[in-house]
T-cell receptor, first 108, second 113 residues
Framework: EDQVTQSPEALRLQEGESSSLNCSYT??????LFWYRQDPGKGPEFLFT???AGEEKEKERLKATLTKKESFLHITAPKPEDSATYLC?????????FGAGTTVTVRA | DGGITQSPKYLFRKEGQNVTLSCEQN?????MYWYRQDPGQGLRLIYY???????QKGDIAEGYSVSREKKESFPLTVTSAQKNPTAFYLC????????????FGPGTRLTVT
């Protein structure tokens, strides 16, 4: 069974304080690893897809990386508007298996 | 604007009643999905459909039913057989199977008392 574990569960940052979120996974045949951002009471917003170890993707202050067993989402110099829950998911066949998420709070 | 719409945003029902949640997309996507989200847990797949008139059970299909009569629409019925129906329900769509990313609607929060 595919498993996705995200850590930490919650992260409180000062504005400008860079940090990383971890997503470790076990999957029988990885077709893709996805990162989403979710604001309270809303649907997840797609951020990145990573397909193979060594791949990196960037978008504004976010950078996602992938190894054979885990992915990291780096947040560089975060701003309060980066506060959200970040979800990681792995795809095997047609199914996405999600982690429970990391809730990031950035204080001004 | 292309996107996924879910209605209503909030839904309240009495225990024992069936309720249908709407999901419509105008992205011309072939595949559609229903997930359930509970506090502290990852999203869990209820049903998915890769093509019109065809759908498959996900991990937690018991107590739910779906139909896919049109490419744009994938309604979910929460039946009285679902033991813990109160949750946040999310509909998603994608161009096709893997590795295409899934795009999500705004969600419907269902409360059953």
């Amino acid at each position: 069974e595919d498993q996705v574990t995200q850590s930490p569960e919650a992260l409180r940052l000062q504005e400008g304080e860079s940090s990383s979120l971890n997503c470790s996974y076990t999957v029988s045949g990885l077709r893709g690893l996805f990162w989403y951002r979710q604001d309270p009471g809303k649907g997840p917003e797609f951020l990145f897809t990573l397909y193979s170890a060594g791949e990196e993707k960037e978008k504004e202050r976010l950078k996602a990386t992938l190894t054979k067993k885990e992915s990291f989402l780096h947040i560089t110099a975060p701003k309060p508007e980066d506060s959200a829950t970040y979800l990681c998911a792995v795809q095997n066949d047609y199914k996405l298996s999600f982690g429970a998420g990391t809730t990031v709070t950035v204080r001004a | 604007d292309g996107g996924i719409t879910q209605s209503p945003k909030y839904l309240f029902r009495k225990e024992g009643q069936n309720v249908t949640l709407s999901c419509e997309q105008n992205l011309n996507h072939d595949a559609m999905y229903w997930y359930r989200q509970d506090p502290g847990q990852g999203l869990r797949l209820i049903y998915y459909s890769q093509i019109v008139n065809d759908f498959q059970k996900g991990d937690i299909a018991e107590g739910y039913s779906v139909s896919r009569e049109k490419k744009e629409s994938f309604p979910l019925t929460v039946t009285s057989a679902q033991k813990n129906p109160t949750a946040f329900y999310l509909c998603a769509s994608s161009r096709g199977g893997p590795p295409y990313e899934q795009y999500f609607g705004p969600g419907t929060r269902l409360t059953v008392t």
